[in-house]
């Protein structure tokens, strides 16, 4: 089993950085899939980011150039720089950990753009 905590979430203007974290305990294989997906009210889940055990990034075409993604391995962390933020971006965030067929699921953040 695994579990994941989250932190970071907030309220921010448009313009502004939030930085999300999420780590991961339990029973962590060395090598795996972390990422974010986020869920705005009334729409589906969707993918925003991911990051191998080795360093490769995917983003979702809607954070390319203001979002980047991090991880630290020794603490099995992973990090989301969110930066010029948009009202759009407001939504739940969700940390994912995929290993050996398995996904995890934090309890996710509340990130809300709003002047």
């Known amino acids: 089993q695994v579990l994941l905590v989250e932190s970071g979430g907030g309220l921010v203007q448009p313009g502004g950085s939030l930085r999300l974290s999420c780590a991961a305990s339990g029973s962590i294989f060395t090598i795996n899939v972390m990422g974010w997906h986020r869920q705005a009210p009334g729409k589906e889940r969707e993918l925003v980011a991911t990051i191998t055990s080795g360093g490769s990034t995917m983003y979702a075409d809607s954070v390319k150039g203001r979002f980047t993604i991090s991880r630290e391995n020794a603490k099995n962390t992973v990090y989301l720089q969110m930066n010029s933020l948009k009202a759009e971006d407001t939504a739940v965030y969700y940390c994912?950990?995929?290993?050996?067929?398995?996904?995890?699921w934090g309890q996710g953040t509340q990130v809300t753009v709003s002047s």
């Open positions: 994912i950990e995929m290993q050996l067929g398995h996904n995890y």
